[in-house]
């Protein structure tokens, strides 16, 4: 088990261009997540998954992004039309959901600088 | 609408002694707390957690205490190590409901 794997580490975009972001979680997890954090501030809900289903989203999401997960394993987030508010890292994080304490194992993030 | 507070940007202890990292909340309905420590270019990983239920959980050398009434949690580490040096967040969630982070406190461990 190589833990939760998360490509490309860093991306450098120009405003309005699209970019998508990848994370394999851990295999056996069914839970996957994705957060983002800013300087300064401590990672911030967007999205979870339960399987192939999305089951919450933050209002930080807004519809420029859009995340899936087809099979129930990896999952993409795409930003598209990037503004430069959207620098930040974007961390993904799974977990086998069980009752209890929701320990979440996270990957290194995907660092996107929006120019 | 910061649910969970940690208004200790940085701290500095010397190695040996113990880190005390504080943290406040203010949504009553949480029912877990964890701790998390990052390291540079590293995602944050899980250290210890508390149930609701308890005030008191300790692995090794890190001990969390939980203060319902006062709605506080604290992370004591001792004796404190350099490769301790670190952010550490705290974190908590309702049943079923996303974990919710605080900013973070960087706690450097002086040789």
């Known amino acids: 088990d190589t833990g939760v794997s998360q490509n490309p580490r860093h991306k450098i975009t120009k405003r309005g261009q699209n970019v998508t972001f990848r994370c394999d979680p851990i295999?056996?997890?069914?839970?996957l997540y994705w957060y983002r954090q800013t300087l300064g501030q401590g990672p911030e809900f967007l999205t979870y998954?339960?399987?192939?289903?999305?089951?919450?989203k933050s209002r930080l999401l807004s519809d420029r992004f859009s995340a899936e997960r087809p099979k129930g394993s990896f999952s993409t987030l795409e930003i598209q039309r990037t503004e430069q508010g959207d620098s930040a890292m974007y961390l993904c994080?799974?977990?086998?959901?069980?009752?209890?304490?929701?320990?979440?194992?996270f990957g290194a993030g995907s660092r996107l600088t929006v120019l | 609408d910061q649910q969970v507070k940690q208004n200790s940007p940085s701290l500095s202890v010397q190695e040996g002694r113990i880190s005390i990292l504080n943290c406040d909340y203010t949504?009553?309905?949480?029912?877990?707390f964890l701790w998390y420590k990052k390291y540079p270019a590293e995602g944050p990983t899980f250290l210890i957690s508390?149930?609701?239920?308890?005030d008191k959980n300790e692995d090794g050398r890190f001990t969390v205490f939980l203060n319902k009434s006062a709605k506080h949690l604290s992370l004591h580490i001792v004796p404190s190590q350099p490769g301790d040096s670190a952010v550490y967040f705290c974190?908590?969630?309702?049943?079923?409901?996303?974990?919710?982070f605080g900013k973070g406190t960087r706690l450097s461990v002086i040789a």
């Open positions: 994080a799974s977990t086998l959901g069980t009752a209890g304490a929701n320990v979440l194992t």
């Open positions: 295999s056996e997890h069914n839970r």
């Open positions: 998954f339960q399987n192939e289903a999305q089951l919450e």
């Open positions: 949504n009553s309905m949480f029912d877990y």
């Open positions: 508390i149930s609701s239920i308890k």
């Open positions: 974190a908590a969630h309702a049943r079923n409901t996303p974990l919710v």
